[in-house]
């Protein structure tokens, strides 16, 4: 009980202090005990002010929850009762949280009943429920990194102390490092912990490793433990181990949250590099590493090394299967890859050892190749022999140096033989291209001589290039004798065989052979008989005698040979068994026989040789006119050569009369009487004096193209008048017109006449002076225009509103056919070129380009305008089509009717016809011959108006527009329209 403030001394109670029961700022004054009954009696208090506060703490600190927690009352001068009961509302319990069965407590975990947080656990482990009821309840605890039962607890007033509490398993953590497998790339996939616990039966406890750190966290009961990766088989053939391979957990009372770590499992491996000049050339050579991966031993790349002093080091290498090579293609090894099982921390490689030195063929057919090791001083040299495939192979000589290597075979190459060094092994290679090859012939015969040839010829200009032979014979098969010959030719090389002998006739006669890209044993094969020999002379002996053997009586020409310098002949050998004719002929000889020995007797005619030579210069006179006449009936015309010379042979002995003709020269002597003797050689020569000159120039069209066949003319002017040169321009336009006398003065022009230059219609310049006082002149150029064969039509219309033009159209027509337009163009179609200026009442149409042929044409307006609202005509612009462009101007001006009748003036007016139309119908018989008289007579007026417009012309002045011609360049944009169907 509490008085406040206390005054008076209580008697009859406790005074002594209450165990357990502490209340912050007073103190009680004394305290009662409750009796079987519950009910308590201060015995002796003073009026005053008082509160009474229960309390109740049993054994093992059990506590009840009793309300109302105090009462308050007021004691006068009497006994007080208090009508208010103090309930007992509940009670409380205790209990501990501890690691294990007398270990240490927990601190911090929190107790939930039912759910709810009811207490928190203090430094020993202890917690407290406070205010409970008596029942069932279910409790749980809940600490950092572990895990507790969930327990069905049933709590009376008289358990006030619950069961310790121990954790059923406790928080264990570890990592797995990051992996690589031997495909080269960092494995961030999940990883995951297989935990067997010892002497356990139940199954694995899998702990999955996050994918970014590695980390793995699981719950274990408390026991021993081993942990261990688990890696797949895949994972193992990709060289995947992890350190430890065994983790030996043991879980007491307590979390493991560090120490346990998996890493992969990586291993060193080393070799040895043997060298044939030691091992201190087995630097800086490259070490390949490669896994071999699956049942197939798939080869994937690790990485590479360099060799220093001979050895060579892979670090951190993973576990498996290795293929380990050295790549120093200039060098042979005894084996240049080893296969190796890594798995222990030092692995070793089996040493590789040089054999020799690696030379690279670049051959472009199979052939064989002999190689000498040149030796300082005289050292026995290292000398083999190579089969060398076509392509690209690899070859091994066993010492350092350099080499010859010589080609031997049917082929033919640039360069006889190759040098290579091993020194520059790595960048150079011998190459070996054949520019020729072998191709084999024979001869099949059944004669044994001694002189048989073939020549060969060159297939593109003829020439000989080798004779082969004397060929020497083997027997063959059928009692035949062959003989063989050989021969280099290049690939597409075209040459010709002529097979020779003396007695032999060959089948067939020449043969063309095609180089081949390889060798060929036999190519081609000819047959040989024996032949017939012609043989003869001249007599008395002559050369350049012209012998011909025709077959029989026929013409066929056999062969044709000309005579040595001793007069003698030799042909054949010719087919046997058929009749031949031998001739003998040569210009300016009478040749007889043959006779019994095949011998001619011939006998030389006269000939004259005439030379002509400049007077001025010296220098041969080339084109010039000889005519040689006399004898019997003789006559011939011909011209001198490029060295001014002229030969007339085969004359008879007379007396013959020389004229030379050349225009611009005088000749000396102007003619010449010349006595032939029998056999005689007479020469002559003449000098030419230059008394005219020429004149060059060139004929083109307008655009610079040269015309041909244009004739041109030179006429004499003033004195010489009556002089008149020409010449036809040739295919490059060129020409050159002779004979201009030099006191002349020439006009040079494009000739006019019938029949003459009727392609062209005029030309310009029309002459061009010319006075070739003492030479030739040059540079002239004339230009020629071609008939015009097209017009091209504008036509301007102008009209009062400028909304008018887009009514209009214009209409072109041919003068014989007027009802079938030509052109029919609208003012707002893209042909109508109106300005670009708003409001304006003119524009341009452009027609399609009419045929200049002369014909007559019109041009006409027509318009969409309603002749009800305006009054309007258009007259016809007649012209015709013989220039090269025309303007024509047409001009449009409607005139707007004035409506002024009204409803009540049609009345009026209205009432007349209706009267005329009755008078009509009564009287139709009389009135209707006079109304087609006057109906014929307005046709009649209607068709002379007509014809009377067509004719009036409103262009502006014909003469001016006839005179533009087609070289003035014209600023008209030109459409091409369609001819409108009629």
């Known amino acids: 009980m509490f008085q406040s403030p206390p005054l008076a001394e209580i008697q009859g109670c406790e005074k002594n202090p209450l165990k357990g029961f502490k209340i912050s700022g007073s103190s009680p004054l004394c305290h009662v005990i409750s009796d079987e009954k519950g009910q308590f009696t201060f015995p002796s208090i003073p009026p005053g002010s008082y509160k009474v506060v229960p309390h109740y703490e049993g054994p093992h600190g059990i506590k009840f929850d009793v309300r109302p927690v105090e009462i308050h009352f007021t004691v006068e001068h009497g006994s007080f009762k208090i009508d208010t009961e103090f309930k007992v509302k509940g009670f409380s319990v205790s209990g501990r949280v501890l690691l294990r069965t007398g270990g240490k407590g927990i601190v911090g975990a929190v107790v939930l009943l039912n759910g709810k947080t009811s207490s928190v656990t203090r430094a020993d482990g202890s917690y407290h429920l406070e205010n409970l009821q008596a029942g069932s309840y279910v409790l749980q605890v809940q600490a950092h990194d572990m895990k507790f039962p969930e327990m069905n607890v049933k709590i009376t007033p008289n358990t006030p102390q619950l069961t310790d509490i121990f954790p059923s398993s406790f928080k264990v953590c570890g990592v797995v490092s990051p992996y690589k497998l031997i495909s080269g790339s960092t494995e961030n996939g999940l990883s995951s912990v297989v935990l067997s616990k010892e002497g356990?039966?139940?199954?694995?406890?899998?702990?999955?490793?996050?994918?970014?750190?590695?980390?793995?966290?699981?719950?274990?009961?408390?026991?021993?433990?081993?942990?261990?990766?688990?890696?797949?088989?895949?994972?193992?053939?990709?060289?995947?181990?992890?350190?430890?391979?065994?983790?030996?957990?043991?879980v007491v009372d307590s979390p493991i949250l560090s120490g346990i770590e998996f890493a992969q499992l990586k291993v060193k491996l080393a070799g040895h590099i043997s060298c044939l000049a030691g091992d201190g050339n087995c630097?800086?050579?490259?070490?390949?590493?490669?896994?071999?991966?699956?049942?197939?031993?798939?080869?994937?790349?690790?990485?590479?090394?360099?060799?220093?002093?001979?050895?060579?080091?892979?670090?951190?290498?993973?576990?498996?299967?290795y293929q380990v090579s050295v790549h120093k293609d200039e060098w042979c090894w005894e084996s240049s890859a080893q296969t190796v099982s890594v798995g222990t921390a030092v692995s070793t490689v089996p040493p590789f050892r040089q054999v020799g030195y690696t030379v690279t063929f670049m051959s472009s057919h199979d052939t064989q190749v002999q190689y000498k090791l040149q030796t300082p001083g005289n050292s026995p040299a290292t000398t083999g022999s190579l089969n060398v495939k076509r392509g690209t192979m690899k070859s091994c000589v066993s010492e350092a140096g350099t080499y010859?290597?010589?080609?031997?075979?049917?082929?033919?190459?640039?360069?006889?033989?190759?040098?290579?060094?091993?020194?520059?092994?790595?960048?150079?290679?011998?190459?070996?291209?054949?520019?020729?090859?072998?191709?084999?012939?024979?001869?099949?015969?059944?004669?044994?001589?001694?002189?048989?040839?073939?020549?060969?010829?060159?297939?593109?200009?003829?020439?000989?290039?080798?004779?082969?032979?004397?060929?020497?014979?083997?027997?063959?098969?059928?009692?035949?004798?062959?003989?063989?010959?050989?021969?280099?030719?290049?690939?597409?090389?075209?040459?010709?065989?002529?097979?020779?002998?003396?007695?032999?006739?060959?089948?067939?006669?020449?043969?063309?052979?095609?180089?081949?890209?390889?060798?060929?044993?036999?190519?081609?094969?000819?047959?040989?008989?024996?032949?017939?020999?012609?043989?003869?002379?001249?007599?008395?002996?002559?050369?350049?005698?012209?012998?011909?053997?025709?077959?029989?009586?026929?013409?066929?020409?056999?062969?044709?040979?000309?005579?040595?310098?001793?007069?003698?002949?030799?042909?054949?050998?010719?087919?046997g068994g058929v009749d031949y004719r031998v001739k003998a002929e040569k210009e300016g000889f009478v040749l007889t026989g043959p006779d019994a020995k095949g011998n001619f007797n011939a006998h030389k005619l006269a000939e004259v040789i005439v030379e002509v030579l400049d007077k001025a210069d010296g220098k041969p006179l080339q084109g010039v006119l000889l005519s040689l006449s006399g004898g019997e009936s003789f006559r011939r015309n011909s011209q001198t050569g490029t060295d001014g010379k002229m030969t007339f042979s085969s004359l008879s002995p007379s007396e013959y009369f020389l004229r030379p003709m050349m225009k611009e020269y005088r000749f000396e002597p102007h003619s010449k009487m010349i006595t032939v003797e029998e056999g005689a050689t007479v020469n002559v020569q003449l000098n030419g004096h230059r008394v005219a000159y020429s004149t060059y120039g060139m004929v083109t069209s307008l655009n610079g193209e040269p015309e041909d066949g244009i004739v041109v003319e030179a006429i004499g002017q003033e004195k010489c008048s009556h002089f008149q040169e020409e010449s036809s321009s040739e295919s490059n336009g060129q020409f050159r017109i002779r004979g201009l006398h030099p006191e002349c003065i020439y006009v040079v022009r494009v000739k006019e006449g019938p029949e003459i230059n009727q392609h062209i219609q005029r030309s310009t310049p029309v002459g061009i002076p010319v006075k070739a006082a003492d030479g030739d002149v040059t540079d002239l150029r004339l230009v020629v225009f071609h008939p015009?064969?097209?017009?091209?039509?504008?036509?301007?219309?102008?009209?009062?509103?400028?909304?008018?033009?887009?009514?209009?159209?214009?209409?072109?027509?041919?003068?014989?056919?007027?009802?079938?337009?030509?052109?029919?163009?609208?003012?707002?179609?893209?042909?109508?070129?109106?300005?670009?200026?708003?409001?304006?009442?003119?524009?341009?149409?452009?027609?399609?380009?009419?045929?200049?042929?002369?014909?007559?044409?019109?041009?006409?307006?027509?318009?969409?305008?309603?002749?009800?609202?305006?009054?309007?005509?258009?007259?016809?612009?007649?012209?015709?089509?013989?220039?090269?462009?025309?303007?024509?101007?047409?001009?449009?001006?409607?005139?707007?009717?004035?409506?002024?009748?009204?409803?009540?003036?049609?009345?009026?007016?209205?009432?007349?016809?209706?009267?005329?139309?009755?008078?009509?119908?009564?009287?139709?018989?009389?009135?209707?011959?006079?109304?087609?008289w006057i109906v014929q007579s307005l046709s009649s007026s209607l068709t002379t108006g007509v014809n009377t417009s067509r004719a009036i012309n409103t262009t502006s002045d014909h003469a001016a527009v006839d005179a533009v011609m087609v070289e003035p360049i014209i600023n008209v944009t030109k459409r091409k329209l369609k001819p409108r169907k009629t």
């Open 200 to 250: 356990g039966s139940t199954e694995p406890i899998i702990a999955e490793a996050r994918a970014e750190t590695g980390e793995f966290c699981v719950f274990l009961e408390p026991g021993k433990y081993e942990g261990r990766v688990k890696v797949s088989e895949d994972e193992k053939m990709r060289g995947l181990q992890f350190f430890p391979a065994v983790h030996v957990i043991e």
């Open 283 to 321: 630097d800086e050579i490259p070490v390949h590493l490669q896994a071999l991966l699956g049942n197939n031993n798939e080869a994937r790349p690790v990485t590479t090394t360099i060799s220093k002093g001979g050895s060579y080091t892979f670090e951190d290498i993973l576990p498996g299967r």
């Open 404 to 575: 010859e290597f010589v080609p031997i075979g049917c082929h033919g190459y640039a360069q006889p033989s190759v040098k290579w060094n091993s020194a520059t092994a790595a960048t150079s290679s011998v190459r070996l291209t054949a520019v020729a090859h072998t191709l084999g012939g024979r001869v099949l015969t059944t004669e044994n001589v001694k002189d048989v040839f073939i020549n060969v010829l060159s297939g593109e200009d003829g020439k000989l290039k080798a004779r082969l032979g004397p060929l020497s014979p083997k027997p063959s098969s059928g009692g035949m004798l062959e003989y063989n010959f050989k021969l280099m030719a290049a690939e597409g090389e075209k040459l010709v065989l002529e097979p020779t002998a003396g007695t032999l006739l060959f089948s067939p006669p020449r043969s063309v052979l095609v180089g081949a890209n390889n060798c060929v044993s036999t190519a081609v094969e000819l047959h040989a008989e024996k032949g017939h020999l012609v043989e003869g002379q001249v007599i008395p002996p002559s050369a350049g005698i012209k012998v011909t053997i025709t077959k029989g009586s026929s013409s066929e020409v056999v062969v044709v040979t000309e005579t040595a310098e001793d007069g003698k002949f030799k042909i054949g050998p010719l087919q």
């Open 788 to 932: 015009i064969t097209q017009m091209d039509l504008t036509v301007h219309v102008q009209t009062t509103n400028p909304e008018h033009l887009r009514t209009l159209r214009a209409k072109l027509c041919r003068e014989d056919s007027p009802d079938s337009p030509v052109h029919i163009v609208k003012l707002d179609s893209p042909n109508g070129k109106s300005p670009s200026s708003k409001g304006t009442n003119a524009a341009m149409l452009v027609f399609p380009s009419l045929p200049a042929d002369g014909r007559g044409y019109f041009l006409q307006l027509e318009s969409t305008l309603s002749h009800s609202t305006h009054s309007y005509t258009t007259h016809a612009v007649h012209f015709k089509a013989n220039s090269s462009f025309r303007l024509v101007k047409l001009s449009f001006k409607p005139e707007p009717k004035v409506l002024e009748h009204e409803l009540v003036h049609s009345s009026y007016f209205a009432l007349p016809l209706i009267i005329m139309a009755v008078v009509i119908y009564f009287n139709h018989v009389k009135i209707l011959p006079f109304l087609n």
